[in-house]
């Protein structure tokens, strides 16, 4: 599998190989909901929290005697049914909402979304992006120069939402790209599903290093250590098998 590279200006820099195992996975869409969800959620902060009838403030004293005054009886002016009382099954901010993703889900979920944008030409390779110093109107001349590239004809300022990922931090380029409201910035062992999969196109920048560290990032994700199940049917005739041998011995 290979592709072409360019530079910051648009122009054909060379062509590099691109991994089968990174950028030639299946698209599996359980997965991808599963792991997608899974970090969402992750990424939820309850904020919202209500007061239930043992939280708001008052209502320690019975508002009236039982009985003799013809009303509803009552025991607390912080019943949920008073107004000012406490509320039932409102939002709790105690709410657990995150949920584990085994790492091999997560990095063939982060594979599959990364293949799914390179066959549909969504993803752009730069060999070397940088600036003197932080400067927007460069960062829009150089995003006005890629979008001559065939394919990219919408990546500009302003337009569809645009990842840059870059395998290094550098200062100057994330200032440059700062105003730009359409243009998302993330290092490379950043990178996820979610920011995949949230951007129309994403732009990797060194994509040799870049390369190396989402090969790293999660170990081999090959399916080397996968596990044979034996069929239940054959499991339960090996067991039973087993106690019929140890009863006879025990005769």
């Known amino acids: 599998m290979e592709t072409t590279v360019y530079n910051q200006k648009g122009e054909v820099a060379g062509k590099t190989k691109l991994p089968e195992n990174i950028f030639g996975v299946p698209w599996n869409a359980d997965l991808m909901h599963q792991v997608v969800v899974s970090m969402q959620a992750n990424a939820r902060n309850p904020i919202a929290h209500t007061k239930n009838r043992s939280e708001v403030s008052g209502g320690g004293k019975k508002p009236w005697k039982q009985k003799g005054t013809g009303r509803a009886r009552h025991g607390s002016i912080r019943s949920p049914i008073w107004v000012g009382g406490g509320v039932t099954h409102g939002p709790r901010n105690e709410k657990i909402f995150s949920r584990k993703i085994n790492k091999k889900m997560k990095a063939k979920a982060l594979y599959a979304a990364l293949s799914k944008k390179f066959e549909g030409n969504e ?50 380029f994330e200032k440059s790209f700062h105003n730009i409201g359409n243009i998302n910035l993330l290092e490379t062992r950043n990178l996820n599903p979610v920011a995949v999969l949230s951007n129309k196109y994403i732009v990797l920048l060194d994509p040799k290093r870049t390369i190396e560290i989402l090969s790293s990032r999660f170990g081999d994700s090959s399916d080397k250590g996968e596990v044979s199940v034996e069929p239940a049917k054959t499991k339960l005739k090996s067991i039973r098998a087993k106690k019929k041998t140890s009863v006879k011995k025990n005769k």
């Open 123 to 172: 993803v752009l390779f730069i060999d070397d992006w940088s600036f003197n110093k932080p400067k927007t109107a460069e960062a829009v001349v150089s995003l006005r120069g890629l979008s001559k590239i065939s394919g990219m004809n919408t990546l500009k300022a302003g337009g569809h939402p645009i990842l840059l990922v870059n395998p290094k931090r550098d200062e100057k």
